[in-house]
């Protein structure tokens, strides 16, 4: 089989020159007069379809309106679209207009593999058992020469020629349904699901929305070269400016930086500081915030306070004339304790309007606060929780509305390279689709739990931010919308009854993160404070007897019913006894 792109073309180039012809074919045909013969599998892709529709109709009218669905991918943008190149002239020019209106190739190949296979079944339906031809082993052929996952794309480009040598051969485009049905077969066989990720992957970031045109470009990231305003990926790429755009949006902010981790993001807000200058943090921050500023920034020349800040008169009490930054989190991991950020925003600013205030609004969202419109200056998140909420990503982000701040960041970011894949932000992006319905979840199901937990008899004290007998849910009333999956509690035991009430769970996951689809438990004596020396632990309230549940999206009564099984084998006395 004669393949129509020239030898010296490197199949790289081929893929990314095909990725980036197909948005053109929607402005003007005329631009494809000029994309060389690796736009001809776009064109052709048309062509086999509306020859599949054809061919179909004719034989089958039962399929009609399965047909009428997928004539909808050809009459909104009516241009011919002709092949000048002298290198294709063995392939002669569709003998009727093809009309298209995706947005992207790889919208049309989602179209394309969906249909053909309803149409397969009606075909089989009607028809005598389709056959595949030597055509196949050829197609096969040529797959071995790309290995790499990334090319499979290129590989539908092979089937369509298929499809069109087939009618050279006078073979029907019904028959050859299944030739490429097989081809389709023998290429997963060979990549496992990779192919079928590849194009959901695509198809699902790319958009129709003019307002949003930059998505097209989402799965064309380059190192090296300029791309639409891009020069390189570490100064910034088009995922990852969709993402912090997303982002943005949902705290009604103006900038946003996506960062590898929550900790890297941590670290960016600590460079904007300079030996001698002060930084004031809330004593019972995350932990490894704690070891980073305690650990690291201290030795850099930053001077730290960790204090109360459930009082402003103290915070305002420990502000100095080098006073650069406070930092402080919306809800408190593991004992969901809440401030009130808005007075602590206000009585900061008051007393000197150029410290940054910063928050850590990870476990809460932006669905349930918007710290931005209280009073902060800057937001981070560890995106790895619930924005992202499945447990595969780690990222971080912050958020402004401050330029010279975001200005700053940028410059740290771009010259240090704490930046996140591609890959991990197309993730996170996935994610914030189903926040809504996931925090949701999250506060139904863990309000169901930590009211199992309070009427447990052993069981000490629960800790959840909806609970009406909160230390400050007035506060949580006035500044949040809603409550996380984040529920902690005292068992009646040591250490030893605590590590064996979480071996004993079987379906909750032992493990430090949270804010996933998935159930988690922790023993934070161990695992997210384990860092901290005991005393710091009995200060804050993190004993050996605590444990900390993360509520995921499961059926709550399967969620109860595995910590009823944990309590009974874990040792824990009732609190009568």
């Known amino acids: 089989m004669h393949i129509l792109w020239p ?14 012809a197909a948005p053109y074919m929607k402005k003007s ?48 943008c009516p241009k011919r679209i002709t092949i000048l190149n002298e290198n294709c002239s063995d392939i002669p020019n ?14 049309a190949v989602e179209y394309y593999c969906t249909y053909l296979n309803e149409i397969k079944s009606a075909v089989e339906e009607f028809s005598e058992n389709v056959q595949c031809v030597n055509v196949v082993k050829e197609l096969i052929k040529y797959q071995s020469l790309h290995s790499n996952p990334v090319y499979i794309i290129t590989n539908f480009g092979f089937i369509l020629h298929a499809i069109t040598q087939l009618e050279k051969r006078s073979v029907t485009l019904t028959k050859s349904i299944g030739i490429v049905l097989e081809a389709k077969q023998k290429l997963e066989e060979a990549n496992g699901e990779v192919a079928k990720f590849i194009l959901e992957k695509c ?13 097209q470009k989402v799965y064309l990231i380059h190192n090296g070269t300029t791309l639409n305003g891009f020069e390189y990926t570490r100064c910034g790429n088009p995922i990852r400016s969709v993402l912090e755009k997303c982002i943005m949006t949902l705290d009604h902010a103006e900038y946003s930086l996506t960062y590898s981790s929550g900790m890297a993001a941590t670290t960016s807000m600590v460079n904007l500081l300079v030996p001698g200058d002060h930084l004031l943090c809330s ?48 809800l408190s991991n593991p004992l969901t304790q809440v401030l009130d950020v808005q007075e602590l925003s206000e009585a900061v600013h008051n007393m000197r309007a150029d410290i940054i205030v910063a928050v850590d609004n990870s476990f809460v969202t932006p669905y349930f606060q918007k710290p931005l419109l209280l009073g902060v200056d800057v937001i981070m998140y560890s995106l790895s929780k619930y924005m992202n909420g499945h447990s595969d990503v780690l990222m971080g982000a912050l958020v402004t509305n401050n330029k010279d701040i975001y200005d700053k960041l940028y410059f740290l970011q771009y010259t240090c390279g704490n930046i996140p894949s591609s890959f991990d932000c197309y993730l996170v992006y996935r994610g914030l ?31 959840f931010m909806g609970l009406p007998n ?30 064996c009430f979480l071996e004993s769970l079987k379906l909750f996951s032992i493990t430090c993160s949270l804010g996933c689809y998935e159930s988690l438990a922790a023993l934070p004596c161990k695992m997210t404070h384990g860092s901290l020396t005991d005393e710091e632990r009995r200060q804050l309230g993190i004993h050996d007897n605590l444990i900390r549940l993360s509520i995921g999206l499961e059926y709550v009564q399967d969620l109860i019913d595995d910590l009823d099984q944990a309590f009974q084998l874990c040792g824990a006395k009732n609190k009568s006894e």
């Open 7 to 20: 030898n010296n073309v490197n199949h790289e180039d081929i893929l990314l020159f095909i990725l980036d």
């Open 94 to 107: 569709p003998p009727k207009p093809i009309t298209t209106c995706w947005g992207t190739w790889i919208t």
């Open 29 to 76: 045909g005329r631009y494809i007069q000029t994309l060389y013969p690796k736009a001809l599998h776009v064109t052709y892709l048309a062509y086999a379809l509306h020859n599949v529709c054809e061919e179909v109709r004719a034989h089958f009218p039962k399929v009609d309106r399965l047909i009428a669905e997928m004539k909808k991918t050809f009459l909104k």
């Open 203 to 215: 198809n699902r970031v790319f958009s129709k929305n003019n307002g949003w045109a930059e998505i």
């Open 470 to 499: 909160h230390p400050q849910y007035k506060i949580i009333q006035k500044q949040f919308t809603g409550y996380n999956g984040l529920v902690s509690f005292y068992i009646n035991g040591s250490i030893k009854e605590s590590t």
């Open 433 to 463: 689709k189903t926040l809504q319905v996931r925090m949701e979840k999250h506060m139904a199901s863990a309000m169901v739990l930590a009211k199992y937990l309070e009427l447990h008899p052993k069981v000490l004290k629960v800790f």
């Open 283 to 330: 004593k019972d921050v995350y932990g490894g915030t704690y070891r980073l500023l305690n650990g690291v920034a201290r030795q850099a020349g930053i001077f730290i306070d960790f204090i109360d800040f459930s009082n402003k008169e103290n915070v305002i009490k420990y502000i100095k004339f080098n006073t650069k930054l406070v930092w402080f989190e919306s």
